[in-house]
């Protein structure tokens, strides 16, 4: 069975631009999370998807989006890019709430 | 979501049996223990997950007191390819407890 996938994997943006970042998950799994990964803050929760529905949402600015189509595909979305943006995007599926999480191999997002 | 304390750091060397340990005060009842562990650029991979006493699988061990505060994640006879960030979560089962945050995890370096 094929992972989750990522793209693209690599992303040079500059402020104020936006930024649109995809995530296929495993197949079967109904289940997308989203993740932002920096050297200071560490992996942090950004939303999850489930169903083409956001069940739940961390702590961040409204700049940061998603959503979920009805095969499962996500995709992510920031707007107003900021430098402090640059980070890995980690996608993350699972089946369901108690299930575990598989993740993809990330985005690399680079603001200039 | 309870908050968990693990070591920013920890060394050993190949064929040696580390514990990394993690201390979570406020447990809930219903809340699981789960262990990711990630390589450089890449997502985090499920470890091990358990609820109390002990849980033993072929990559590791998992210890919890009767009090539930604490857990230790134990590898036995580790090898270089176990250098890594290993992450202590608590919440649902699955590793999947909604709005879950990794932090900044234990940076575990093996030696030859």
């Known amino acids: 069975k094929a992972g989750v996938t990522q793209t693209p994997r690599y992303l040079i943006k500059t402020r104020g631009q936006q930024v649109t970042l995809s995530c296929s998950p495993i197949?079967?799994?109904?289940?997308v999370s989203w993740y932002q990964q920096t050297p200071g803050q560490g992996l942090q929760f950004l939303f999850e998807?489930?169903?083409?529905?956001?069940?739940n949402k961390g702590n961040f600015p409204g700049r940061f989006s998603g959503r979920q189509f009805s095969n499962s595909r996500s995709e992510m979305n920031v707007s107003t890019l900021e430098l402090g943006d640059s980070a890995l995007y980690l996608c993350a599926s699972r089946w369901d709430r108690d299930y575990e999480q598989y993740f993809g191999p990330g985005t690399r997002l680079t603001v200039t | 979501l309870a908050k968990t304390t693990q070591p920013i750091s920890m060394d050993s060397y190949e064929g040696q049996e580390v514990n990394i340990t993690c201390s979570h005060n406020n447990i809930a009842t219903n809340d699981y223990i789960t262990w990711y562990q990630q390589f450089p650029s890449q997502g985090p991979r499920f470890i091990i997950q358990g609820y109390k006493t002990k849980v033993t699988n072929e990559v590791a061990s998992l210890f919890i007191p009767a009090d539930r505060k604490s857990s230790t994640l134990s590898l036995p006879r580790v090898s270089l390819s176990d250098t890594a960030v290993y992450y202590c979560?608590?919440?649902?089962?699955?590793?999947?407890?909604?709005?879950?945050?990794f932090g900044k995890g234990t940076h575990l370096i093996i030696q030859p």
């Open positions: 197949s079967g799994h109904r289940s």
């Open positions: 998807y489930f169903s083409e529905t956001q069940r």
């Open positions: 979560l608590v919440g649902a089962s699955g590793g999947g407890a909604d709005g879950l945050t």
